[in-house]
């Protein structure tokens, strides 16, 4: 499918869709790209949170449409792309939404297992794959994946998350040498980076079930002096995009300066 430019951005910025956009990390990247000049597709599953951003970055002047959905359905982020055709060139993927269940492993119900995979690989994947026909159709763009340094390393009773953030690290480095010569040779620039976090001060971690561990998981992390914040990550996330197109970043690890695993 082509994404032609439309007159609804007014201008030929590449359009970004974000996902998990909703709150944290997403939020704030939608925020950070919006400010400066980057019409966003905001996609995530809470539709009043997805439309006060909107509101908020159209008041300040950006472009911000919402697509509600979850990215383990193929037809929501099908859809989220059509939202994204609807105002212009597709030419930015930031996907973020992710879960992370973290207890003790004979506590967890498979089902939580399966979901964790489903959101934080196959959502991702669902994600790349629905984006990167146009973009190869117009061999230049950026697709950055949120990881996190538990891709990297182990953590206590996050087996299937650290598993999870493991394999989209692979997912992306393979996809970056699949794509970077294929259209280096056509004169285009797709690039594909991941970003991977060591603790950051949001809300996530309110999404932990098991009682005990969610309440562990809140005193490591403000067990760390100055942990990272959302803007952080946005930061990090405008700097791989708007790197000259000859510069690849392809992996960040950015953790808080006092963590120290």
């Not at 990215?71 to 105002?87: F, L, P």
């Not at 309110?206 to 952080?232: G, Q, Y």
Request: some cysteine; proline content about 5%.
């Amino acid at each position: 499918m082509t994404l032609n430019a439309s007159p609804t951005t007014g201008n030929d910025r590449p359009i970004a869709l974000i996902t998990g956009a909703s709150s944290g990390i997403g939020q704030a990247t939608a925020r950070r790209l919006a400010s400066s000049g980057t019409p966003v597709v905001l996609m995530g599953r809470r539709r009043e949170r997805l439309d006060a951003l909107a509101e908020e970055i159209t008041s300040q002047g950006g472009l911000a449409r919402v697509s509600t959905g979850d990215v383990t359905s193929v037809q929501d982020v099908t859809d989220a792309v059509e939202v994204a055709n609807d105002m212009g060139h597709l030419g930015i993927l930031v996907a973020n939404a992710g879960i992370i269940p973290i207890e003790p492993l004979e506590e967890t119900e498979l089902e939580r297992w399966h979901r964790t995979i489903d959101t934080n690989l196959s959502g991702l994947v669902n994600c790349v794959h629905t984006v990167l026909p146009a973009m190869l159709e117009e061999k230049r763009g950026d697709i950055v994946l949120i990881s996190s340094v538990a891709g990297r390393q182990t953590f206590p009773e996050a087996s299937v998350y650290c598993a999870t953030k493991a394999a989209v690290n692979h997912f992306a480095d393979c996809l970056r040498v699949d794509l970077a010569k294929r259209c280096a040779k056509q004169g285009g620039h797709l690039r594909v980076s991941t970003v991977q976090p060591g603790i950051v001060q949001t809300e996530l971690l309110e999404s932990i079930e098991h009682e005990a561990t969610r309440e562990a998981a809140k005193a490591f992390t403000e067990s760390v002096l100055e942990p990272l914040l959302p803007e952080d990550i946005a930061e990090t996330v405008a700097w791989i995009i708007e790197s000259p197109p000859h510069v690849s970043i392809n992996d960040v690890v950015i953790r808080p300066t006092a963590m120290t695993r």
